[in-house]
Protein backbone atom coordinates (compact mmCIF):
# COMPACT_ATOMS: atom_id res chain seq x y z
CA UNK A 1 0.00 0.00 0.00
CA UNK A 2 1.31 3.44 -0.92
CA UNK A 3 1.18 5.93 2.07
CA UNK A 4 1.31 10.03 1.35
CA UNK A 5 4.28 9.58 3.96
CA UNK A 6 6.91 7.61 5.69
CA UNK A 7 6.27 8.90 9.31
CA UNK A 8 4.00 11.04 10.62
CA UNK A 9 4.95 13.18 13.53
CA UNK A 10 2.15 14.15 15.99
CA UNK A 11 3.41 17.33 17.83
CA UNK A 12 6.37 19.93 17.39
CA UNK A 13 8.19 19.83 20.39
CA UNK A 14 11.13 18.85 21.64
CA UNK A 15 10.71 15.20 20.61
CA UNK A 16 8.74 15.54 17.45
CA UNK A 17 11.06 17.70 15.66
CA UNK A 18 13.93 15.78 16.23
CA UNK A 19 12.67 13.21 14.66
CA UNK A 20 11.11 14.41 12.16
CA UNK A 21 13.90 16.42 10.88
CA UNK A 22 16.45 13.44 10.73
CA UNK A 23 14.23 11.28 9.26
CA UNK A 24 13.60 13.87 6.73
CA UNK A 25 17.56 14.30 6.72
CA UNK A 26 18.16 10.32 6.45
CA UNK A 27 15.64 10.90 3.46
CA UNK A 28 12.45 10.26 4.32
CA UNK A 29 9.38 11.82 3.43
CA UNK A 30 7.79 13.19 7.03
CA UNK A 31 4.79 15.49 7.92
CA UNK A 32 4.67 16.89 11.05
CA UNK A 33 1.40 18.55 12.90
CA UNK A 34 1.38 21.04 15.22
CA UNK A 35 -1.48 22.69 16.99
CA UNK A 36 -0.43 25.48 19.47
CA UNK A 37 3.29 26.50 19.08
CA UNK A 38 6.79 25.40 16.89
CA UNK A 39 8.93 24.16 19.52
CA UNK A 40 6.17 23.12 21.77
CA UNK A 41 6.39 23.10 26.13
CA UNK A 42 10.30 23.98 26.04
CA UNK A 43 10.41 26.90 23.68
CA UNK A 44 7.07 28.15 24.59
CA UNK A 45 5.74 27.20 28.13
CA UNK A 46 8.54 25.74 29.82
CA UNK A 47 12.83 25.24 30.02
CA UNK A 48 13.47 28.59 27.82
CA UNK A 49 11.13 31.39 29.10
CA UNK A 50 11.43 29.74 32.18
CA UNK A 51 15.04 30.61 32.60
CA UNK A 52 14.87 34.00 30.78
CA UNK A 53 12.61 34.72 34.01
CA UNK A 54 15.20 33.03 36.49
CA UNK A 55 17.61 35.32 34.45
CA UNK A 56 15.31 38.30 35.63
CA UNK A 57 14.94 37.96 39.19
CA UNK A 58 18.13 37.35 39.66
CA UNK A 59 19.21 40.82 38.60
CA UNK A 60 16.80 41.96 41.97
CA UNK A 61 20.10 40.66 44.08
CA UNK A 62 22.40 41.89 41.26
CA UNK A 63 21.08 45.06 42.28
CA UNK A 64 21.69 45.23 45.76
CA UNK A 65 25.26 43.45 46.05
CA UNK A 66 26.20 45.85 43.27
CA UNK A 67 27.11 48.37 45.92
CA UNK A 68 29.46 46.87 47.49
CA UNK A 69 31.82 46.69 44.42
CA UNK A 70 31.33 50.43 44.96
CA UNK A 71 28.44 50.98 42.34
CA UNK A 72 25.59 53.12 42.81
CA UNK A 73 22.89 53.49 40.75
CA UNK A 74 18.90 54.84 41.21
CA UNK A 75 16.53 52.90 43.15
CA UNK A 76 15.57 50.07 40.82
CA UNK A 77 12.65 49.50 39.97
CA UNK A 78 11.25 46.53 38.24
CA UNK A 79 8.33 45.80 35.36
CA UNK A 80 7.13 42.97 34.60
CA UNK A 81 5.52 43.56 31.38
CA UNK A 82 8.35 44.56 30.02
CA UNK A 83 10.50 41.33 30.88
CA UNK A 84 7.28 39.58 29.18
CA UNK A 85 7.16 41.70 26.27
CA UNK A 86 11.00 41.17 25.58
CA UNK A 87 10.17 37.80 26.12
CA UNK A 88 7.89 36.79 24.07
CA UNK A 89 9.92 38.69 21.50
CA UNK A 90 12.69 36.19 21.81
CA UNK A 91 9.87 33.16 21.36
CA UNK A 92 9.08 34.42 18.41
CA UNK A 93 12.01 34.19 16.82
CA UNK A 94 12.48 30.92 17.82
CA UNK A 95 9.62 29.80 16.61
CA UNK A 96 10.31 31.03 13.44
CA UNK A 97 13.71 29.32 13.85
CA UNK A 98 11.87 25.99 14.61
CA UNK A 99 9.32 26.76 11.28
CA UNK A 100 12.78 26.79 8.98
CA UNK A 101 14.21 23.95 10.73
CA UNK A 102 11.60 21.92 9.63
CA UNK A 103 11.19 23.59 6.41
CA UNK A 104 14.52 23.02 5.33
CA UNK A 105 14.85 20.11 6.23
CA UNK A 106 11.83 19.17 3.80
CA UNK A 107 9.44 18.14 6.37
CA UNK A 108 5.58 19.02 5.34
CA UNK A 109 4.39 21.41 8.59
CA UNK A 110 0.80 20.89 8.86
CA UNK A 111 -0.76 23.35 11.47
CA UNK A 112 -3.67 22.37 12.97
CA UNK A 113 -5.32 19.53 15.27
CA UNK A 114 -4.19 15.83 14.56
CA UNK A 115 -6.12 12.99 15.32
CA UNK A 116 -5.06 9.67 14.68
CA UNK A 117 -8.28 8.23 13.02
CA UNK A 118 -6.48 4.43 12.16
CA UNK A 119 -3.13 3.03 12.52
CA UNK A 120 -1.87 4.50 9.70
CA UNK A 121 -4.41 7.48 9.10
CA UNK A 122 -4.03 11.01 11.34
CA UNK A 123 -6.92 13.84 10.24
CA UNK A 124 -5.47 17.18 10.71
CA UNK A 125 -8.11 19.58 11.34
CA UNK A 126 -10.31 16.86 9.50
CA UNK A 127 -8.00 16.25 6.69
CA UNK A 128 -6.59 13.10 6.12
CA UNK A 129 -2.85 11.69 5.46
CA UNK A 130 -1.92 8.35 5.13
CA UNK A 131 1.67 7.08 6.89
CA UNK A 132 3.62 4.12 6.76
CA UNK A 133 4.60 4.97 11.21
CA UNK A 134 3.08 7.36 13.06
CA UNK A 135 5.12 9.02 16.11
CA UNK A 136 3.29 10.49 19.03
CA UNK A 137 5.34 13.20 20.67
CA UNK A 138 2.48 15.28 21.78
CA UNK A 139 3.92 16.26 25.28
CA UNK A 140 2.37 17.10 28.97
CA UNK A 141 -0.17 19.62 30.81
CA UNK A 142 0.04 20.54 33.93
CA UNK A 143 -2.81 19.00 36.56
CA UNK A 144 -4.63 20.69 39.04
CA UNK A 145 -6.55 18.55 41.69
CA UNK A 146 -9.85 19.15 42.37
CA UNK A 147 -10.50 21.61 45.10
CA UNK A 148 -13.21 24.35 45.83
CA UNK A 149 -11.93 27.16 43.63
CA UNK A 150 -9.46 25.56 41.13
CA UNK A 151 -10.60 27.51 38.91
CA UNK A 152 -9.05 30.56 40.48
CA UNK A 153 -5.62 29.05 40.37
CA UNK A 154 -3.11 29.33 37.68
CA UNK A 155 -0.25 27.04 36.44
CA UNK A 156 2.71 27.65 34.48
CA UNK A 157 1.60 27.47 31.21
CA UNK A 158 -0.16 30.86 32.67
CA UNK A 159 1.96 32.33 34.38
CA UNK A 160 4.52 32.91 30.91
CA UNK A 161 1.70 35.14 29.95
CA UNK A 162 0.30 37.12 33.44
CA UNK A 163 -0.09 40.82 32.85
CA UNK A 164 1.33 41.83 36.02
CA UNK A 165 3.71 40.83 38.53
CA UNK A 166 1.03 39.61 41.51
CA UNK A 167 2.40 41.03 45.07
CA UNK A 168 1.60 37.80 46.70
CA UNK A 169 2.17 34.63 45.34
CA UNK A 170 1.14 31.36 46.71
CA UNK A 171 3.17 28.54 44.90
CA UNK A 172 2.27 24.96 45.50
CA UNK A 173 3.57 21.94 44.92
CA UNK A 174 7.03 20.52 45.78
CA UNK A 175 9.02 19.42 42.21
CA UNK A 176 11.15 21.27 40.33
CA UNK A 177 8.98 23.54 38.57
CA UNK A 178 7.02 24.80 42.33
CA UNK A 179 10.74 25.45 43.37
CA UNK A 180 11.79 27.67 40.53
CA UNK A 181 8.78 29.74 39.93
CA UNK A 182 8.84 30.26 43.60
CA UNK A 183 12.21 31.93 43.40
CA UNK A 184 11.37 33.66 40.41
CA UNK A 185 8.19 35.57 42.17
CA UNK A 186 10.23 35.96 45.25
CA UNK A 187 13.29 37.29 42.89
CA UNK A 188 11.32 39.79 41.68
CA UNK A 189 9.45 41.05 44.66
CA UNK A 190 6.47 39.53 45.13
CA UNK A 191 5.83 38.27 48.32
CA UNK A 192 6.13 34.44 48.35
CA UNK A 193 4.82 31.42 49.71
CA UNK A 194 5.28 28.04 48.80
CA UNK A 195 3.29 25.28 50.38
CA UNK A 196 3.89 21.64 49.61
CA UNK A 197 2.31 17.95 51.47
CA UNK A 198 5.41 16.60 51.82
CA UNK A 199 8.11 16.73 54.75
CA UNK A 200 10.51 18.32 52.57
CA UNK A 201 10.29 19.72 48.60
CA UNK A 202 11.95 17.93 45.53
CA UNK A 203 11.46 13.91 46.16
CA UNK A 204 14.02 11.83 44.51
CA UNK A 205 17.20 14.91 44.92
CA UNK A 206 20.05 14.20 47.54
CA UNK A 207 18.80 15.00 51.27
CA UNK A 208 21.46 17.02 51.84
CA UNK A 209 20.68 19.34 48.61
CA UNK A 210 17.44 19.37 49.87
CA UNK A 211 17.85 20.80 52.79
CA UNK A 212 20.75 23.12 51.71
CA UNK A 213 18.47 24.66 49.52
CA UNK A 214 15.61 25.09 51.81
CA UNK A 215 17.17 26.88 54.14
CA UNK A 216 18.94 28.73 51.39
CA UNK A 217 15.18 29.69 50.25
CA UNK A 218 14.04 30.62 53.84
CA UNK A 219 16.84 33.25 54.22
CA UNK A 220 15.97 35.19 50.77
CA UNK A 221 12.68 35.57 52.37
CA UNK A 222 10.24 32.67 50.49
CA UNK A 223 7.72 31.28 53.68
CA UNK A 224 8.04 27.86 53.33
CA UNK A 225 4.77 25.49 54.56
CA UNK A 226 6.07 21.48 54.81
CA UNK A 227 3.29 18.82 55.83
CA UNK A 228 0.23 21.17 54.25
CA UNK A 229 -2.35 21.34 51.55
CA UNK A 230 -4.54 23.87 49.95
CA UNK A 231 -7.85 22.51 50.75
CA UNK A 232 -9.67 25.57 49.06
CA UNK A 233 -9.78 28.63 47.65
CA UNK A 234 -12.16 31.72 47.48
CA UNK A 235 -11.72 35.22 46.26
CA UNK A 236 -12.88 37.53 48.07
CA UNK A 237 -14.41 40.73 46.95
CA UNK A 238 -11.70 43.15 46.36
CA UNK A 239 -10.30 40.64 44.07
CA UNK A 240 -7.81 38.69 45.90
CA UNK A 241 -7.56 35.32 47.20
CA UNK A 242 -7.57 33.48 50.06
CA UNK A 243 -6.19 29.75 50.32
CA UNK A 244 -7.32 27.72 53.36
CA UNK A 245 -4.52 25.38 54.18
CA UNK A 246 -5.35 21.68 55.60
CA UNK A 247 -3.89 22.89 58.71
CA UNK A 248 -6.28 25.43 58.79
CA UNK A 249 -4.36 28.24 58.19
CA UNK A 250 -5.75 30.94 55.88
CA UNK A 251 -3.04 32.23 53.09
CA UNK A 252 -4.20 35.71 51.69
CA UNK A 253 -2.84 36.02 48.39
CA UNK A 254 -3.18 37.37 44.71
CA UNK A 255 -2.13 34.51 43.30
CA UNK A 256 -2.17 30.68 43.48
CA UNK A 257 0.20 28.81 40.92
CA UNK A 258 -0.07 25.17 40.79
CA UNK A 259 3.05 22.82 39.68
CA UNK A 260 2.00 19.92 41.27
CA UNK A 261 2.37 17.15 38.45
CA UNK A 262 1.61 16.94 34.81
CA UNK A 263 -0.23 14.55 32.73
CA UNK A 264 0.44 13.41 29.40
CA UNK A 265 -1.33 15.41 26.47
CA UNK A 266 -3.85 12.80 24.45
CA UNK A 267 -6.92 15.27 24.49
CA UNK A 268 -8.78 14.09 20.97
CA UNK A 269 -6.16 12.43 19.53
CA UNK A 270 -8.11 8.96 19.09
CA UNK A 271 -6.04 6.84 20.71
CA UNK A 272 -9.76 4.98 21.29
CA UNK A 273 -9.31 3.85 17.42
CA UNK A 274 -6.02 2.31 17.89
CA UNK A 275 -4.69 -1.17 20.18
CA UNK A 276 -2.30 1.78 22.15
CA UNK A 277 -2.49 0.99 25.65
CA UNK A 278 -1.49 3.64 28.78
CA UNK A 279 0.37 2.29 31.44
CA UNK A 280 -0.70 2.21 35.23
CA UNK A 281 0.35 6.22 35.17
CA UNK A 282 -2.19 7.30 32.20
CA UNK A 283 1.09 7.41 30.08
CA UNK A 284 1.77 6.07 26.49
CA UNK A 285 3.25 1.81 27.20
CA UNK A 286 5.96 1.34 24.89
CA UNK A 287 8.78 -0.96 24.58
CA UNK A 288 12.56 0.00 24.76
CA UNK A 289 12.04 1.14 21.04
CA UNK A 290 9.81 3.28 21.53
CA UNK A 291 7.04 0.89 20.20
CA UNK A 292 3.26 0.99 21.68
CA UNK A 293 1.13 -2.00 21.18
CA UNK A 294 0.11 -0.70 18.04
CA UNK A 295 2.80 -1.53 15.39
CA UNK A 296 2.90 1.24 13.50
CA UNK A 297 2.42 3.84 16.37
CA UNK A 298 5.10 4.86 18.34
CA UNK A 299 5.90 7.92 20.96
CA UNK A 300 8.42 9.70 22.79
CA UNK A 301 8.68 12.44 24.89
CA UNK A 302 6.86 13.71 27.80
CA UNK A 303 3.97 11.56 26.63
CA UNK A 304 5.42 8.29 27.52
CA UNK A 305 6.17 9.59 31.40
CA UNK A 306 9.95 8.30 31.62
CA UNK A 307 12.32 11.17 32.09
CA UNK A 308 10.53 14.78 31.22
CA UNK A 309 13.28 16.88 30.09
CA UNK A 310 14.11 18.34 26.85
CA UNK A 311 17.23 16.60 26.18
CA UNK A 312 15.86 12.73 26.82
CA UNK A 313 12.61 13.57 24.65
CA UNK A 314 15.61 14.98 22.23
CA UNK A 315 17.68 11.66 22.03
CA UNK A 316 14.62 9.90 21.84
CA UNK A 317 13.21 11.43 18.77
CA UNK A 318 16.97 10.70 17.61
CA UNK A 319 16.70 6.83 18.29
CA UNK A 320 13.14 6.50 16.29
CA UNK A 321 14.43 8.25 13.71
CA UNK A 322 17.67 6.13 13.26
CA UNK A 323 16.17 2.85 13.84
CA UNK A 324 13.34 3.44 11.41
CA UNK A 325 15.70 5.40 8.55
CA UNK A 326 19.45 4.75 9.71
CA UNK A 327 19.33 1.18 11.43
CA UNK A 328 22.85 0.95 11.01
CA UNK A 329 23.72 4.36 13.10
CA UNK A 330 21.32 3.20 15.75
CA UNK A 331 21.49 3.21 19.12
CA UNK A 332 19.49 2.86 22.20
CA UNK A 333 18.78 6.01 24.68
CA UNK A 334 21.42 5.59 27.44
CA UNK A 335 18.68 6.53 30.67
CA UNK A 336 21.92 6.48 33.39
CA UNK A 337 23.32 9.00 34.31
CA UNK A 338 21.21 12.13 33.15
CA UNK A 339 22.26 15.33 34.75
CA UNK A 340 19.73 17.81 35.51
CA UNK A 341 19.61 21.14 37.32
CA UNK A 342 16.93 22.91 39.10
CA UNK A 343 17.28 26.72 38.20
CA UNK A 344 16.06 28.05 41.58
CA UNK A 345 18.13 30.94 43.38
CA UNK A 346 20.78 29.17 44.06
CA UNK A 347 20.74 26.73 41.62
CA UNK A 348 21.41 22.85 41.94
CA UNK A 349 23.06 20.75 39.84
CA UNK A 350 23.47 16.76 39.97
CA UNK A 351 24.12 13.81 38.57
CA UNK A 352 24.27 10.29 38.83
CA UNK A 353 23.13 8.68 42.78
CA UNK A 354 22.09 10.50 46.15
CA UNK A 355 23.61 9.60 48.98
CA UNK A 356 20.28 7.93 50.00
CA UNK A 357 20.33 5.69 46.23
CA UNK A 358 23.86 4.86 46.70
CA UNK A 359 23.36 3.26 49.60
CA UNK A 360 20.15 1.58 48.84
CA UNK A 361 21.95 0.05 45.73
CA UNK A 362 24.39 -1.54 48.09
CA UNK A 363 27.01 0.75 47.68
CA UNK A 364 29.98 1.50 51.01
CA UNK A 365 29.68 5.06 50.24
CA UNK A 366 32.67 7.72 51.13
CA UNK A 367 30.75 11.53 51.04
CA UNK A 368 32.96 14.53 50.25
CA UNK A 369 30.86 18.10 50.74
CA UNK A 370 32.22 21.48 50.93
CA UNK A 371 30.48 24.43 52.06
CA UNK A 372 31.28 28.00 51.29
CA UNK A 373 30.28 31.42 50.80
CA UNK A 374 31.07 32.14 47.16
CA UNK A 375 33.74 34.78 46.30
CA UNK A 376 31.69 37.09 44.75
CA UNK A 377 29.52 37.23 47.83
CA UNK A 378 32.45 37.83 50.45
CA UNK A 379 32.22 41.66 49.81
CA UNK A 380 28.53 41.70 49.79
CA UNK A 381 26.02 41.44 52.88
CA UNK A 382 24.72 38.40 51.56
CA UNK A 383 25.05 35.24 53.66
CA UNK A 384 24.35 32.43 50.76
CA UNK A 385 26.46 29.46 50.85
CA UNK A 386 27.03 26.81 48.24
CA UNK A 387 26.86 23.28 48.51
CA UNK A 388 29.16 20.67 46.58
CA UNK A 389 29.10 17.20 47.32
CA UNK A 390 30.75 13.97 46.05
CA UNK A 391 29.73 10.57 46.65
CA UNK A 392 32.09 7.70 46.35
CA UNK A 393 32.05 4.39 46.18
CA UNK A 394 34.22 3.14 48.73
CA UNK A 395 35.51 -0.25 47.53
CA UNK A 396 35.89 0.95 44.19
CA UNK A 397 36.91 4.73 44.22
CA UNK A 398 34.02 5.17 41.26
CA UNK A 399 32.40 8.89 41.75
CA UNK A 400 28.71 7.64 41.79
CA UNK A 401 27.14 11.10 42.35
CA UNK A 402 27.82 14.80 42.02
CA UNK A 403 25.46 17.88 43.77
CA UNK A 404 25.38 21.06 43.97
CA UNK A 405 23.70 23.83 45.14
CA UNK A 406 25.51 27.18 44.04
CA UNK A 407 25.12 29.65 41.30
CA UNK A 408 25.63 28.35 37.89
CA UNK A 409 25.68 24.18 39.41
CA UNK A 410 23.87 23.41 35.79
CA UNK A 411 27.10 24.82 34.17
CA UNK A 412 29.60 23.01 36.35
CA UNK A 413 27.48 19.79 36.52
CA UNK A 414 27.42 19.14 33.03
CA UNK A 415 31.12 18.57 32.58
CA UNK A 416 30.90 16.67 35.47
CA UNK A 417 28.69 14.31 34.04
CA UNK A 418 30.85 13.37 31.30
CA UNK A 419 33.14 12.62 33.80
CA UNK A 420 30.85 10.29 35.80
CA UNK A 421 30.22 8.79 32.08
CA UNK A 422 33.97 8.07 31.29
CA UNK A 423 33.78 6.32 34.98
CA UNK A 424 35.74 8.77 36.50
CA UNK A 425 37.46 7.29 40.12
CA UNK A 426 38.04 9.89 42.93
CA UNK A 427 41.33 9.54 42.41
CA UNK A 428 41.36 10.67 38.92
CA UNK A 429 39.05 13.98 40.60
CA UNK A 430 41.99 14.31 43.04
CA UNK A 431 44.68 14.36 40.07
CA UNK A 432 42.81 17.23 38.49
CA UNK A 433 44.22 20.45 38.44
CA UNK A 434 41.93 22.98 39.53
CA UNK A 435 40.97 26.63 37.49
CA UNK A 436 41.53 29.24 40.23
CA UNK A 437 39.56 31.20 41.35
CA UNK A 438 36.22 29.68 40.91
CA UNK A 439 33.72 27.78 43.03
CA UNK A 440 34.18 24.31 40.70
CA UNK A 441 37.63 23.72 41.49
CA UNK A 442 35.89 22.87 45.31
CA UNK A 443 35.30 19.58 43.16
CA UNK A 444 38.94 18.52 42.81
CA UNK A 445 39.72 19.91 46.02
CA UNK A 446 37.83 18.06 48.16
CA UNK A 447 40.35 15.48 50.35
CA UNK A 448 38.93 14.40 53.87
CA UNK A 449 35.12 12.35 53.62
CA UNK A 450 32.79 13.79 56.38
CA UNK A 451 30.84 11.21 58.69
CA UNK A 452 27.63 10.43 57.86
C1 LIG B 1 7.54 25.13 33.33
C2 LIG B 1 8.42 24.07 32.72
C3 LIG B 1 9.79 24.19 32.81
C4 LIG B 1 10.61 23.20 32.24
N1 LIG B 1 11.96 23.37 32.35
C5 LIG B 1 12.78 22.44 31.81
C6 LIG B 1 14.19 22.61 31.89
O1 LIG B 1 14.70 23.58 32.47
N2 LIG B 1 14.97 21.66 31.32
C7 LIG B 1 14.44 20.57 30.67
O2 LIG B 1 15.20 19.75 30.15
N3 LIG B 1 13.10 20.38 30.59
C8 LIG B 1 12.26 21.30 31.15
N4 LIG B 1 10.91 21.13 31.04
C9 LIG B 1 10.38 19.89 30.42
C10 LIG B 1 10.40 20.01 28.89
O3 LIG B 1 9.74 21.17 28.49
C11 LIG B 1 9.71 18.77 28.32
O4 LIG B 1 10.33 17.60 28.83
C12 LIG B 1 9.81 18.73 26.78
O5 LIG B 1 9.24 19.88 26.21
C13 LIG B 1 9.11 17.46 26.27
O6 LIG B 1 9.13 17.44 24.87
P1 LIG B 1 8.01 16.64 24.05
O7 LIG B 1 8.51 16.64 22.64
O8 LIG B 1 7.72 15.36 24.71
O9 LIG B 1 6.68 17.51 24.19
P2 LIG B 1 6.37 19.05 24.03
O10 LIG B 1 7.59 19.87 23.96
O11 LIG B 1 5.38 19.36 25.09
O12 LIG B 1 5.67 19.13 22.60
C14 LIG B 1 4.44 18.56 22.32
C15 LIG B 1 3.78 19.34 21.21
O13 LIG B 1 2.69 18.59 20.71
C16 LIG B 1 1.64 19.48 20.39
N5 LIG B 1 0.39 18.72 20.36
C17 LIG B 1 -0.20 18.07 21.40
N6 LIG B 1 -1.29 17.40 20.96
C18 LIG B 1 -1.39 17.65 19.63
C19 LIG B 1 -2.31 17.24 18.62
N7 LIG B 1 -3.32 16.39 18.89
N8 LIG B 1 -2.12 17.71 17.36
C20 LIG B 1 -1.09 18.53 17.05
N9 LIG B 1 -0.18 18.92 17.98
C21 LIG B 1 -0.33 18.48 19.24
C22 LIG B 1 1.70 20.51 21.50
O14 LIG B 1 1.05 21.72 21.16
C23 LIG B 1 3.21 20.67 21.68
O15 LIG B 1 3.72 21.71 20.89
C24 LIG B 1 10.05 22.08 31.58
C25 LIG B 1 8.66 21.96 31.49
C26 LIG B 1 7.86 22.93 32.05
C27 LIG B 1 6.37 22.79 31.94
Redesign the pocket.
Known amino acids: MAFDFDLFV ?7 VRAARFAAGFGARVAV ?5 LG ?3 VN ?3 VP ?2 LLVYGAHYGEDFEQAGAFGWTAGEPRFDWPTLIANKNREIARLNGIYRNLLVNSGVTLLEG ?3 IRDPHTVEVDGKPCTAEHILV ?4 WPKVPEIPGKEYAIT ?1 NEAFHLEALPRRVLVVGGGY ?1 AVEFASIFNGMGAQTTQVYRGPLFLRGFDQGVREHLRDELVKKGIALRFNTDVARIDKRADGSLAATLKDGEVIETDCVFYATGRRP ?1 LD ?2 GLENTAVKLNAHGFIAVDDEYRTDEPSILAI ?3 IGRV ?4 V ?1 LAEGMAVARRLFRPEEYRKVDYRLIPTAV ?1 SLPNIGTVGLTTEQAREAGHEVKIFESRFRPMKLTLTDSQEKTLMKLVVDAATDRVLGVHMVGPEAGEIVQGLAVALKAGATKCVFDETIGIHPTAAEEFVTMRTPVAQ
Open positions: VGAGSGGAESRYGTCVGCKKHARATGGSIMGLGDVALTPAF
